[in-house]
């Protein structure tokens, strides 16, 4: 998962002063944040 600035050449549109990328193991196939599922079976939820 990354926030920030999208790569144009992959298709992104999203602009920004920084590009952040983050690791997480998804062994299990979920994320969580603030205690909520938010990614579950390769989609995001809710957003």
Same mark, same amino acid.
């Given at each position: 998962?990354?926030?920030?600035?999208?790569?144009?050449?992959? =298709? /992104?549109?999203?602009?920004? /002063? $920084?590009?952040?990328?983050? $690791?997480?193991?998804?062994?299990?196939?979920?994320?969580?944040?603030?205690?909520? %599922? $938010?990614?579950?079976? /390769?989609?995001? %939820? =809710? %957003?």
């Amino acid at each position: 998962m990354a926030v920030g600035a999208s790569y144009p050449e992959a =298709g /992104g549109k999203n602009k920004s /002063g $920084i590009h952040w990328d983050m $690791i997480k193991s998804m062994h299990d196939g979920k994320a969580y944040a603030d205690g909520k %599922l $938010i990614y579950s079976e /390769g989609k995001f %939820l =809710g %957003l």
